[in-house]
């Protein structure tokens, strides 16, 4: 893998920082390549035909190098078109190259994370390839068949977006020098250790023999014989650079004692990482994962006008997948709070602000006061005193007949999402009418609560952030008007409505239990339990019991009767949930303290099918109750539509999240869930206890509302 990590200005002011003191350190020729016998005949660099503006980077790079012959690197180098994964079909994919699937225990292999083996062992399904990853691997494997085709001796095999050290020509020099009498198949000029497990031989002042632990297969010499053996060990299973660690034995590989060549930090990548939502979502990289996200997004802060809603929400919706983080403009507070924070030259919290048609007067002050700014404008009409000092590659006007993805995302310089454009363009919102003047409910300030450790991606903003920007007001917090809401399930359980519930048979990383049905017992007169036993299961130590709906549910209000368990290392919990994108809201008991509740809201953007599946810890905040949940039974909700999420106690409001506090609202319809299970993690609910089970969760009854379609509310002022 490589992601490259900070900001895109940051990136390219440090590349050109060094690109500036390669100059003044690199001195000598390069005497390796030639036709000679031990030299390198041919240079082989895998670019993509859209990527045109790449190729003629790399020449200007290689046009750097000077040969002992005092031709340029430039002259031996050959283009290899590379396979674009745009083009390939996940669902019809058919390769005798590569294999689509891999498993954990492939990346265990190559970085022993000891994190990963309680996963492992649980036997978790194969990883699937993403597009851009079976293309890499492709490119590559074209490239070795032409080195064969050419009677190559040696091959310098090249991705388009590297960077030449300023020791490169000094150091390759004495490497070859030094490896003059050995067989080479394969030679690492750039790579990437891993963090742990990094295995290697030591063979002299320039150059060492790895046996496994290098990322990274952008850089490297290969010979023929080393071609040859690379396809007869064909297909390829797992990312590239991840596969060749496995057959490093099979080989005479070695590797440049430091990296002499380096991926340029400045450009934006294509490439998308398989492997990064799992980690993420066992609690690995967390707080990493946004990286890859940031390497899709392109140029920002951006502004988008459209006097059509949907237009905006299409376009937002398609900016937020790629990374972004953007503000909808959806009521007059938050519209006023943009522009005095712009009026005032504020740094901006957002990356891209949509549909704040107040700030289409002040285009070239906002240039002003963000040189990077650029502007796009869906059938709108601009004064042209307002765009005067303005580039017109800092400006995109549209007509809406015209509006189109690709259009944009070419103008913002960032990566293409993978999903259809007509699945974004139905995406819908319900019709609100604010009414300001209406009276707001307050939420109880007394509640003591405690913001814990949160997730770090593009679509969360830390809370101390929030209220430095004044989008959170920390001393008066009020909570929008109660939605209209239509019953739809009330649920007592006296029996078991197969055509509303089912009980699952599954589980997931952080539990230590299998669901079981067996667990899940009717009670009288009314309700359930849900049982944690002390029995093994499967892979797993514990059985436990976990009752889900039939029904997604876009909006509505979600109500519980329970009495919650209290026995350390236990959740107890109801919520919505979904994935592909994962959209989660949370009301959870924790068995070490029932003196509280948790509530957590996941968001990741998207339609139906979407890849996001960031996050581990979500947004965590611990709210007291004042009573022990587990001495009676008392009634919980949970109530959601697109402007907030609200959770009641006793049918008293306690706590709200309104729209990036600290996350957009899920959007999507979800699944609700209750359960009950011992997790892995004793700093989230305590240690567990063999020797308390079997443990309990008692529910009486459920009651499902959905929101009415015309609903009308006021908007929450804390936004």
């Given at each position: 893998?490589?992601?490259?990590?900070?900001?895109?200005?940051?990136?390219?002011?440090?590349?050109?920082?060094?690109?500036?003191?390669?100059?003044?350190?690199?001195?000598?020729?390069l005497?390796?390549?030639?036709?000679?016998p031990?030299q390198?005949?041919?240079?082989?660099?895998?670019?993509?035909?859209?990527?045109?503006?790449?190729?003629?980077?790399?020449?200007?790079?290689?046009?750097?190098?000077?040969?002992?012959?005092?031709?340029?690197?430039?002259?031996?180098?050959?283009?290899?078109?590379?396979?674009?994964?745009?083009?390939i079909d996940?669902?019809?994919?058919?390769?005798?190259?590569?294999?689509?699937?891999?498993?954990?225990?492939?990346?265990?292999?190559?970085d022993?994370?000891?994190?990963?083996?309680?996963?492992?062992?649980?036997?978790?399904?194969?990883?699937?390839?993403?597009?851009?990853?079976?293309?890499?691997?492709?490119?590559?494997?074209?490239?070795?068949?032409?080195?064969?085709?050419?009677?190559?001796?040696?091959?310098?095999?090249?991705?388009?977006?590297?960077?030449?050290?300023?020791?490169?020509?000094?150091?390759?020099?004495?490497i070859?020098?030094?490896?003059?009498?050995?067989?080479?198949?394969?030679?690492?000029?750039?790579?990437?250790?891993?963090?742990?497990?990094?295995?290697?031989?030591?063979?002299?002042?320039?150059?060492f023999?790895?046996?496994?632990?290098?990322?990274?297969?952008?850089?490297?010499?290969?010979?023929?014989?080393?071609?040859?053996?690379?396809?007869?060990?064909?297909?390829?299973?797992?990312?590239?650079?991840?596969?060749?660690?496995?057959?490093?034995?099979?080989?005479?590989?070695?590797?440049?004692?430091?990296?002499?060549?380096?991926?340029?930090?400045?450009?934006?990548?294509?490439?998308?990482?398989?492997?990064?939502?799992?980690?993420?979502?066992?609690?690995?990289?967390?707080?990493?994962?946004?990286?890859?996200?940031?390497?899709?997004?392109?140029?920002?802060?951006?502004f988008?006008?459209?006097?059509?809603?949907?237009?905006?929400l299409?376009?937002?919706?398609?900016?937020?997948?790629v990374?972004?983080?953007?503000?909808?403009?959806?009521?007059?507070?938050?519209?006023?709070?943009?522009?005095?924070?712009?009026?005032?030259?504020?740094?901006?919290?957002?990356?891209?602000?949509?549909?704040?048609?107040?700030?289409?007067?002040?285009?070239?002050q906002?240039?002003?006061?963000?040189?990077?700014?650029?502007?796009?404008?869906?059938?709108?009409?601009?004064?042209?005193?307002?765009?005067?000092?303005?580039?017109?590659?800092?400006?995109?006007?549209?007509?809406?007949?015209?509006?189109?993805?690709?259009?944009?995302?070419?103008?913002?310089?960032?990566?293409?999402?993978?999903?259809?454009?007509?699945?974004?363009?139905?995406?819908?919102?319900?019709?609100?009418?604010?009414?300001?003047?209406?009276?707001?409910?307050?939420?109880?300030?007394?509640?003591k609560?405690?913001?814990?450790?949160?997730?770090?991606?593009?679509?969360?903003?830390?809370?101390?952030?929030?209220?430095?920007?004044?989008?959170?007001?920390?001393?008066?917090?009020?909570?929008?008007?109660?939605?209209?809401?239509?019953?739809?399930?009330?649920?007592?359980?006296?029996?078991?409505?197969?055509?509303?519930?089912?009980?699952?048979?599954?589980?997931?990383?952080?539990?230590?239990?299998?669901?079981?049905?067996?667990?899940?017992?009717?009670?009288?007169?009314?309700?359930?339990?849900?049982?944690?036993?002390?029995?093994?299961?499967g892979?797993?130590?514990?059985?436990?019991?976990?009752?889900?709906?039939?029904?997604?549910?876009?909006?509505?209000?979600?109500?519980?009767?329970?009495?919650?368990?209290?026995?350390?290392?236990?959740?107890?919990?109801?919520?919505?949930?979904?994935?592909?994108?994962?959209?989660?809201?949370?009301?959870?008991?924790?068995?070490?303290?029932?003196?509280?509740?948790?509530?957590?809201?996941?968001?990741?953007?998207?339609?139906?099918?979407?890849?996001?599946?960031?996050?581990?810890?979500?947004?965590?905040?611990?709210?007291?109750?004042?009573?022990?949940?587990?001495?009676?039974?008392?009634?919980?909700?949970?109530?959601?539509?697109?402007?907030?999420?609200?959770?009641?106690?006793?049918?008293?409001?306690?706590?709200?999240?309104?729209?990036?506090?600290?996350?957009?609202?899920?959007?999507?319809?979800?699944?609700?869930?209750?359960?009950?299970?011992?997790?892995?993690?004793?700093?989230?609910?305590?240690?567990?206890?063999?020797?308390?089970m079997?443990?309990?969760?008692?529910?009486?009854?459920?009651?499902?509302?959905?929101?009415?379609?015309?609903?009308?509310?006021?908007h929450?002022?804390?936004?």
């Amino acid at each position: 893998m490589n992601i490259v990590t900070g900001s895109r200005f940051y990136r390219k002011l440090k590349f050109q920082t060094k690109k500036f003191l390669r100059k003044i350190y690199r001195k000598g020729k390069l005497n390796v390549f030639g036709s000679q016998p031990n030299q390198i005949n041919n240079v082989y660099i895998i670019n993509l035909d859209r990527q045109e503006k790449r190729w003629k980077d790399f020449e200007s790079e290689a046009k750097s190098l000077v040969l002992d012959s005092n031709k340029t690197l430039i002259e031996v180098c050959n283009r290899v078109p590379a396979i674009d994964g745009r083009n390939i079909d996940l669902d019809t994919f058919i390769s005798n190259s590569i294999k689509p699937n891999y498993e954990l225990t492939d990346q265990y292999f190559v970085d022993p994370d000891p994190r990963l083996l309680p996963i492992i062992r649980e036997k978790t399904e194969p990883i699937k390839l993403t597009k851009e990853e079976i293309a890499v691997a492709l490119s590559h494997i074209n490239c070795w068949k032409e080195l064969i085709k050419n009677e190559d001796e040696f091959a310098l095999i090249l991705e388009d977006d590297v960077f030449f050290e300023s020791i490169f020509t000094k150091k390759l020099n004495k490497i070859w020098e030094e490896l003059k009498n050995e067989k080479i198949d394969m030679l690492y000029l750039s790579y990437r250790a891993v963090d742990r497990g990094l295995i290697k031989d030591n063979f002299s002042e320039n150059v060492f023999i790895p046996r496994k632990g290098l990322w990274w297969f952008s850089g490297y010499i290969l010979s023929k014989s080393g071609a040859s053996k690379l396809l007869n060990e064909l297909p390829v299973q797992g990312p590239i650079d991840l596969w060749i660690n496995h057959k490093l034995n099979k080989i005479n590989v070695f590797a440049s004692s430091t990296s002499i060549i380096a991926q340029r930090t400045d450009l934006l990548s294509d490439n998308s990482y398989s492997i990064l939502p799992i980690l993420s979502q066992i609690g690995i990289q967390s707080d990493k994962t946004h990286l890859e996200l940031e390497n899709q997004k392109g140029r920002n802060p951006v502004f988008i006008f459209s006097k059509e809603p949907k237009n905006r929400l299409f376009v937002g919706h398609a900016l937020s997948i790629v990374g972004y983080r953007v503000l909808m403009n959806h009521s007059l507070e938050i519209e006023n709070k943009v522009k005095y924070q712009m009026e005032n030259g504020a740094p901006l919290l957002f990356d891209v602000y949509c549909g704040f048609s107040i700030l289409m007067d002040n285009i070239s002050q906002l240039h002003k006061l963000y040189p990077e700014a650029v502007f796009i404008t869906i059938d709108e009409n601009i004064k042209k005193e307002t765009i005067i000092n303005l580039k017109e590659t800092n400006l995109l006007v549209i007509n809406n007949s015209n509006l189109n993805l690709l259009t944009i995302f070419n103008f913002l310089e960032c990566t293409e999402i993978d999903c259809s454009l007509g699945d974004l363009k139905n995406i819908e919102t319900l019709n609100f009418t604010y009414k300001t003047k209406d009276i707001k409910r307050k939420v109880n300030l007394e509640v003591k609560k405690t913001v814990d450790q949160h997730d770090v991606h593009p679509w969360i903003i830390p809370f101390q952030s929030l209220t430095r920007f004044g989008m959170i007001n920390s001393e008066i917090e009020q909570s929008i008007i109660a939605s209209n809401y239509t019953s739809h399930i009330i649920d007592e359980f006296i029996n078991l409505n197969p055509q509303k519930w089912r009980l699952l048979e599954d589980s997931f990383p952080s539990n230590l239990s299998q669901f079981s049905e067996n667990n899940f017992k009717l009670i009288r007169p009314i309700g359930f339990e849900l049982e944690i036993r002390n029995e093994k299961m499967g892979d797993k130590e514990f059985s436990s019991a976990s009752i889900t709906s039939n029904e997604k549910f876009l909006y509505g209000k979600f109500d519980v009767v329970l009495k919650a368990n209290k026995s350390p290392g236990i959740v107890n919990a109801f919520f919505l949930h979904r994935n592909d994108p994962w959209q989660e809201i949370d009301f959870e008991f924790l068995g070490n303290d029932t003196t509280s509740f948790l509530t957590n809201v996941y968001y990741n953007p998207g339609v139906e099918g979407t890849n996001n599946n960031y996050g581990v810890r979500g947004t965590p905040i611990k709210i007291k109750l004042g009573f022990d949940a587990s001495k009676d039974f008392h009634k919980y909700g949970i109530e959601w539509d697109p402007l907030e999420v609200r959770w009641y106690v006793d049918d008293k409001l306690v706590t709200s999240r309104a729209i990036w506090q600290p996350t957009p609202i899920p959007d999507l319809p979800m699944n609700f869930y209750i359960n009950a299970w011992p997790t892995r993690s004793e700093e989230l609910a305590g240690a567990l206890n063999k020797l308390d089970m079997p443990q309990k969760l008692v529910v009486k009854s459920v009651k499902i509302s959905k929101l009415s379609k015309k609903r009308q509310a006021t908007h929450n002022i804390a936004l």
